[in-house]
């Protein structure tokens, strides 16, 4: 079995079609971390695209404000531009399936999902010190979440955190291997928009029969992406932010 693990997709076609096309197809199941939509300017696709191909889907705060569970008050004036542009161009149908997305956490075959954290999808899980109450709510080895959207995250054994490597940016692919009384809080990385100053799409495979999990990053045109936010008059910093990879 090997699962591909995606999260904070955030509305970039180009982008999934990327990761997609690097996957090469060799996966048997999908799942998602949550952020389906918002700051860019594909929703509608990369929603009909999860919804007609991810076995466990889970909802982020970014859909939650979409989909008007949540407000917007707590976004800062971009994102709450661009999430006010996304429920306006989601149909009513698209809309309501990201209304009835659950919150983490969820379990799926030998892992567990959730957004942010697994007490709250909205807190940023970005250092030792965060992810140590995180380990607590572990029923089996390994958790994925998203969120922050830094790839990598923490590894805790005979309770010391500590980080996991990160992809270097020379290289396409981190492989690690699971190993025993160890456990492993994964963040796959953004698909949609990178934060740690790579602007590769980023995405993880987990294969838990053979005990390892690849992070991997991809190459995507993100003038594409760029193209489309200007026309869809969607605010010019989230084009740019895009090639920084912040
Ligand atoms: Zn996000």
Same mark, same amino acid.
Request: charged content about 25%.
């Given at each position: 079995?090997?699962?591909?693990?995606?999260?904070?997709?955030?509305?970039?076609?180009?982008?999934?079609?990327?990761?997609?096309?690097?996957? @090469?197809?060799?996966?048997?199941?999908?799942?998602?971390?949550?952020?389906?939509?918002?700051? +860019?300017?594909?929703?509608? #696709?990369?929603?009909?695209?999860?919804?007609? +191909?991810?076995?466990?889907?889970?909802?982020?705060?970014?859909?939650?404000?979409?989909?008007?569970?949540?407000?917007?008050?707590?976004?800062?004036?971009?994102?709450?531009?661009?999430?006010?542009?996304?429920?306006?161009? %989601?149909?009513?149908? @698209?809309?309501? !399936?990201?209304?009835? %997305?659950?919150?983490?956490?969820?379990?799926?075959?030998?892992?567990?999902?959730?957004?942010?954290?697994?007490?709250? @999808?909205?807190?940023?899980?970005?250092?030792?010190?965060?992810? &140590?109450?995180?380990?607590?709510?572990?029923?089996?080895?390994?958790?994925?979440?998203?969120?922050?959207?830094?790839?990598? &995250?923490? %590894?805790?054994?005979?309770? =010391?955190?500590?980080?996991? #490597?990160?992809?270097?940016?020379?290289?396409?692919?981190?492989?690690?291997?699971?190993? #025993?009384?160890?456990?492993?809080?994964?963040?796959?990385?953004?698909? *949609?928009?990178? =934060?740690?100053?790579? #602007? =590769?799409?980023? !995405?993880?495979?987990?294969?838990?029969?053979?005990?390892?999990?690849?992070?991997?990053?991809?190459?995507?045109?993100?003038?594409?992406?760029?193209?489309?936010?200007?026309?869809?008059?969607?605010?010019?910093?989230?084009?740019q932010r895009l090639?920084a *990879?912040i």
């Amino acid at each position: 079995m090997r699962i591909l693990i995606l999260s904070d997709l955030h509305a970039n076609w180009p982008a999934l079609e990327a990761v997609l096309a690097d996957a @090469e197809g060799k996966y048997d199941r999908i799942v998602c971390c949550g952020d389906l939509v918002g700051y +860019n300017p594909d929703p509608a #696709p990369v929603v009909e695209w999860v919804r007609a +191909n991810c076995a466990v889907v889970i909802r982020g705060n970014h859909d939650k404000v979409v989909a008007g569970i949540d407000s917007l008050e707590w976004f800062n004036e971009v994102a709450q531009a661009a999430a006010r542009w996304t429920t306006a161009n %989601l149909s009513q149908d @698209e809309l309501e !399936y990201l209304r009835q %997305l659950p919150p983490g956490p969820v379990k799926f075959h030998e892992f567990q999902m959730w957004h942010g954290s697994p007490r709250d @999808e909205d807190e940023y899980i970005t250092t030792a010190r965060d992810a &140590g109450p995180c380990f607590e709510w572990f029923e089996l080895p390994v958790a994925f979440f998203g969120h922050t959207h830094l790839q990598g &995250g923490f %590894l805790s054994k005979y309770r =010391r955190v500590g980080p996991i #490597p990160t992809v270097e940016k020379k290289q396409r692919e981190l492989v690690f291997q699971l190993e #025993p009384d160890t456990l492993y809080l994964v963040n796959p990385g953004s698909v *949609g928009q990178p =934060r740690d100053g790579d #602007p =590769r799409a980023a !995405y993880a495979v987990y294969e838990p029969e053979q005990k390892i999990i690849r992070l991997r990053r991809t190459k995507y045109p993100i003038e594409k992406t760029m193209n489309a936010i200007r026309k869809a008059g969607l605010p010019e910093i989230l084009g740019q932010r895009l090639f920084a *990879g912040i």
